[in-house]
């Protein structure tokens, strides 16, 4: 019987695939799916797989094989495809056998991944009606392609199915990562559980792990327990959940490679350690955010057999073959405020402290060599006569990347990808670890491992965390997984909203949070003319709200700034539709659109106004929802002059450009994003 | 000058006093304050006391008392008191001293509480401008009126402030639980201790943690290992995360009881250990729900071997006074069809199952009381001869609670707090465990602890529970600390309004996971009409969701009925102006609030239609939907036929009943909540 269908099924592949276009775009080349990261092939196919209340799993195993992981991975898969059906799935058996079976879906692989860098995660997925392949040479690829397949569901009235398809997938590059950054706020076990579900969706591979800061020192450590006794305020990870973290990653296809950052941003381990410093304590837990000057002594034997015991327990704990060691912004003030220090300078020869933190570097690197643990640091630890295990994180920049990768040092790019700078997701997405262009030779390409986005968490809280990681590190994940010619913006952002929808169901916040934070902003009023100027505006960029404020651990995280989204979406379609519109689309059809956004943008401040009245929280933003309707009010006449081609008055110029210029300002750490829209608007005016 | 600025304070506060009349109402006798549970005495006075950046904290400590649980308490205040109002805190050490201090929150306690039944709770809460004194006997009371301080807070256009007051407050009822079920939707560590953060905040003192079922053994078991490990599909909380629930919990004055529940209910325990079943295995995890057979063999000295291990590892690892063992629902058939345990029955003269049961709960209190442990159990396990230390939970009713307390036993009331049955608000609420009327004496008043909400989690995920739970256990929370006259619903439902949006602060998903899930329903498209429709309905109530499918742990709970929210207020409050207008209310105005929502819900279907087509999983409520706007539509005329004083057709009448009574259909599981409403409508058309 399985013996016929498996004949059967052949054949209706066969007739099919002879029958079909093989290309993965429309006529008019438009993207028909919502994949994301595109995959590296793909043809679409006629047809369906329906996914009925009779839809099945089953795994091929190879004999010898593991298949536990391959078993949860479709279990979850199952899970999350009647959570989005609403289909009571009527067999919740996933049958294991070592030989194709004859269920809706079938999964094979030939052998157990491991969780290393450079381990294959290729995948090969072929839909036809009825029937679902997906073939792996290792589970983790089974993995990828599982979401691979979720993203590929689709709904008609005849209901939910997959549409046939051949993807053969596999990554550009082997390091896509995400650096979270528990120290400046901790972040509970579950905020990292989610974000590595959200990783695993997007078919991110290592989560870097930043584990000690100035502010706090996030891990349980037996041999020194001071560290995090004293350095935490009681929020660290303990050993067993390290490895809960650990094991929920590696189901899911994720490397954890920890980050202690050393010899500076070291403050909380000298809190219960100021022997270890190169300046007498007593130390406190840092508050403030920046570069601080508490740094380990490196002259001193004690802080090496400290860190020798340090990372004996930690790279026990760790099972990742990269442990990432900082050694970024070191200031240098303690050690030349140390005579003792000074003087081993000399004695070493020494010209600078950069030379004598690389000797500092050379005596970590051979600790973590005695343990198998290969270095990675920021750019500062690329120093001469590092051998090229050690790899380079650059927050430099692509140079940095591209002379690493000429000395014949492993890199990962980092530059580009600091998501908590509160830049556009096109930004993100266009800055390639190896650009078309790029004149690097293949043995230098390959040494560019890939890239990681950085989530540092000075002005982020659990509450916030994801909106600031999601949607956007998605097409991070996209530009570091697809072929380097993946790049029409316009088609990422019409998939990432999709994406970002799905992300919700594994637990992911950054929709609803802000829903949330706009309901306790107006103090239980409605939320409707909050969230019209939330719409268009967004948390100031780079390091300017740090200007704002003097941020501290303890600072709220609550405001209108944090509720506010990156890359406000409205806004950003209001500045394409205005582009369009002044460059050439003048026409009543366009112009009702925007009239539509200034309109409401314009009465909005009306309807503000009392809610401000009754929750204080909102005073910092009053000004400026004052300004979206005045400037919202010169759009809609400049609208009207271009569309009547009426010359404006200089006066009327004058006066609107004053406006506009002051409603640049920001205004609680917030900016008004479609201000430089309304600017074009008036400019077009002339 | 700390000296001369309490002598300030306590004229000031003398004055105050002086001037003020003392009652918790305004003039028209309505609450002018929003706390949930109410206090036990409460008088507000003249004048406010602002919440600046200046704002500080501190703890008078009497030499001997730990004061790190205040600490914590008040940090943890000071946090969600910053994020309310949006400042920066400029002094955020929490200075702690053994006397008086000047700051604006000055708190002081007499001793460290301890974990325990009938542990004070009490504390008295002053307010006057410039300054709050909070004072308890225990810091559990400090806890508790951290809770009611931030519930004082308020606003006005001069900023955010705590009105003056002087509270004076302590629970009814020492047993305010909350049971949640973690064996038939395990719900991960985050869930729990986001509950308990809620329990916290409205004063309940248990968690009562439902442990094992015949869908799960959740609990690590160092003794019988099998029991997590083939009993939970991995899904069981280890050791360690058990201790940190139980730290949580204390944190905030919270007992953990958990409850093992046997004989019956306890196919998982059997699944590793089936020679202790009471007929052969094998077992396998239960994936139904329901009573179900597989029981402990009473006739073995295995059985009671076993339990002896067993309880003596748990005794260790939890540390409250009460373990509960279930003891319901044992339908004796594995019993009946063991010879073996027939002739044990005989040959010990158990007339019945019930009295081996009883046997059989003898020896487990003979265990615990062993291990200090005081038993709990459902009513099945009150029996004659049994000690009156135990506890008897009544899921039967006030009837057995009372019986219970005059045999001698102490009880706590379940009966009427089952809110996975998803009853209104105000039934939950108006259920007293000793009504006003009850002849008790004062000695079997003392007797009923209190009582316990239950969460039971058969059609329950951790997407859904907070909602299945909040905020309807606010109610029940205050039935159970507050004086027995509080019990104006009216007030309870403004109150509740203000409670659960300020639950969401505490990570409770209650409110944002509807919009969640209906975004993942209407698959992309706009949620506005879905949530219309979602707004007055709510899931079948009692067991009759049951009674639409074959539920199992496998089933989708990701459909409309489970984003629907019990005692949906829309549809309450719609219901409420119907009766107010036919009830005497003929006007107008009071017309025009039923015709706008009348009208909306009219039109919806319309919007909805498209909604549907695209999303498949909608289809099941698109009759739903219909009737909906039928039924608005029916009630639109008979508003205009009662405002116009015309005599209907009996045509009219006759078709719209039938409408009405189709529209009472449920679909989806879920039933439309106005029909009734428009019912009385066109009943008042006569």
Known sequence: MIFVNRVKFLAVLVLIFLLMPANGFGETGENLLNLMPMPEKIDIRAGKCLVTETFTGAIEAVPGADTLRASRAVRRMLNRLAGRCGLFFTNNEIPIKNQPMDTALWV???????????EDESYQLTVIPGRIELKAITDIGVIRGLETLLQLLMADDSGYFFPAVVIDDRPRFPWRGLLIDSCRHFMPVEVIKRTLDGMAAVKMNVLHWHL????????????????????????????????EVIAYAADRGIRVMPEFDIPGHSTSWLVGYPGLASLPGPYHIEREYGVKDPTFNPSIKATYKFFKKFFKEMAGLFPDDYFHIGGDENNGIQWDANVKIQAFKKKHHFPDNHALQAYFNREILDILSKYQKKMVGWDEILQPGFPGTIVIQSWRGKEALRDAAKKGYNSILSNGYYIDLVQPTDFHYLNDPIPADSDLTAGERERILGGEATMW??????????????????????RLWSPVYVKDVKDMYRRLDIISLQLEELGLTHLKNQEMMLRRLVNGRDTQALKV?????????????HQCAAYTFFSPLTRVVDAALPDAKQARIFRQQVEDFVTGNVNQEAADVLIRDLRLWKSNHQKLKPVIVG??????IETLSEDLSRVAGIGLEAVEFILAGKKVSLQWLDESKKVLKAAREPRGHAELMIVTAVERLVDACL
Chains 1, 2 share one sequence.
């Open 457 to 478: 968490t000075e002005l982020i809280s659990p509450e916030t965390i994801d909106s600031r990681i999601w949607p956007r590190t998605a097409a991070i994940a996209e």
């Open 533 to 545: 100027l939330v719409d268009v505006i967004e948390p100031l960029k780079i390091y300017q709200r």
């Open 212 to 243: 000690s800061e100035d502010q706090g020192f996030r891990v349980e450590c037996k041999t020194f327990p001071k560290l995090h006794r004293l350095g935490s305020d009681g929020f660290y990870y303990t050993h067993e959940q390290v490895r």
């Open 615 to 620: 929750a204080p929280v909102l005073k910092e």
């Open 108 to 118: 094979s692989f030939h052998r157990n991944g491991e969780i290393k860098l450079h």
